[in-house]
């Protein structure tokens, strides 16, 4: 048993809603406080001195200097397992060039899975866990890692089984999630149904057989997957015993819709989700998710996020980190923008990064300080948690915590 701290502020996210608005005023903030950790749980939490006068024979990790504590962050959405680089479909992009343009010229999602195909399983590995180090030295401990950019049975799992690989190697969680249907492969012939089809015979059963994931990602779009055919295809995932989540919203509205009705754990994107739909992702479980590092790197509208937490939405804030897109990774710059362009309290934004968006992962053991939970904690140097946010990401991470343990050698 150990006792952490003294802190300037813990900031325990404890006793806030799941769903819905929160304002600034129900955080509960402990004043030089400390934290009890047990094997890898939160045994309790109050005042640093008080602890250490109920527990007189604790271990004491002392805490220098002004430090305040957070839970530790969750990442639900990011493809950081990817091989090459889209620099240049970016440079197009600005320059006026639409998205089939950069398409013809050789760039787009078909690029990635170019590069990631020809990519060697250890470049993969290595380039996977580095990524996944940068995250760890935000203070993200919990990362969802989809495949998506090989699009047949031999690719897909080669980053199914690259992503479980890195698992034992990092403290970080990694939770993994099948995006075979990111867009059917310009070398499938066949049509997208047909493809469907193929990933529910051919990639699935080895995914599930290997348990290298337990979720199942489809892209919605008038350029990947059309409604009816992901409807069907997504209820015969869950029949496999599959978690789904669906890529909604991102150009067109409706597909969001479909999340819900087929009991998709979220619907991530939504930036095109019309107030109708907007309403529905409130009346549902499942999370709304918005992916503020895509708006940036198109140059697109954010996620209506005050109109889905005003209508009562579980709201989620992930970071998309992928090589085309959403190429920052920097999940919380990216929440700060948001919070400033939709008028979100602080509050909001750190649950959006925290228990919020653990359930859009189906954890409810993370993402809180309060006792009984998932020992995950970061602290940063500051008397003030408003200055997370306020810095706009450019605060870094003093010390992160996995299961009680500080990590040491973060980028």
């Known amino acids: 048993m150990k006792l952490i701290g003294p802190f300037k502020q813990i900031v325990t996210l404890a006793n806030l809603p799941l769903r819905g608005k929160i304002s600034d005023e129900q955080l509960e903030i402990i004043e030089d406080g400390g934290i009890i950790v047990n094997h890898n ?12 006068s109920e527990n007189p024979n604790v271990e004491i990790e002392k805490i220098e200097g002004e430090q305040i504590v957070l839970p530790a962050f969750t990442d639900s959405h990011t ?3 990817f091989g090459g680089n889209r620099a240049n479909d970016f440079a197009m992009r600005n320059a006026g060039k ?3 343009e950069i398409a013809e010229s050789g760039g787009g999602i078909w690029s990635s899975v170019q590069h990631t195909r020809n990519a060697s399983e250890e ?3 290595q380039t996977l866990l580095q990524r996944i180090e940068f995250l760890l ?3 993200i401990t919990t990362i969802e890692i989809k495949s998506g950019y090989g699009l047949d049975a031999e690719n897909e799992l080669k980053m199914l089984r690259i992503i479980k690989k890195a698992q034992q190697q990092t403290k970080a969680t990694l939770i993994p999630t099948c995006l075979s249907a990111h867009l059917k492969p310009r070398d499938f012939e066949g049509s997208n149904q047909e493809y469907l089809q193929y990933i529910l015979t051919e990639i699935l059963p080895k995914v599930k057989e290997e348990n290298l994931a337990k979720r199942v990602d489809i892209f919605i779009e008038k350029s990947a997957f059309q409604p009816e055919e992901s409807k069907v295809f997504l209820l015969k995932t869950k029949d496999l015993g599959f978690d789904i989540t669906v890529h909604a919203d991102q150009f067109t509205p409706g597909s969001s819709r479909i999340a819900v009705e087929v009991g998709a754990k979220s619907a991530d994107h939504l930036e095109a989700t019309v107030d109708e739909d907007i309403e529905f992702l409130a009346q549902s479980e499942t999370v709304a998710t918005a992916l503020p ?8 509208k954010f996620t209506p996020a005050r109109k889905l937490l005003d209508a009562g939405a579980i709201l989620a804030i992930a970071s998309d980190w992928n090589p085309g897109s959403a190429p920052m990774g920097n999940l919380i710059t990216q929440a700060s923008i948001l919070a400033t362009f939709e008028k979100l309290t602080t509050a909001e934004v750190l649950a959006g990064i925290t228990f919020r968006s653990a359930f859009a992962l189906g954890l409810e053991d993370r993402g809180k300080l309060e006792p009984g939970i998932k020992a995950d904690f970061v602290t940063f140097k500051t008397n003030n948690f408003q200055n997370v946010l306020y810095n706009q990401g450019s605060l870094k991470a003093d010390n992160v915590y996995v299961d009680g343990m500080k990590i040491n ?3």
């Open 123 to 125: 470049e993969l590995l």
């Open 137 to 139: 030295a935000l203070g």
């Open 293 to 300: 590092g895509a708006s940036l790197g198109l140059g697109e």
């Open 409 to 411: 050698n973060l980028l």
């Open 41 to 52: 749980k939160i045994r309790q939490i109050g005042n640093f001195e008080t602890l250490q």
């Open 98 to 100: 639409t998205y089939l």
């Open 79 to 81: 493809h950081i397992c």
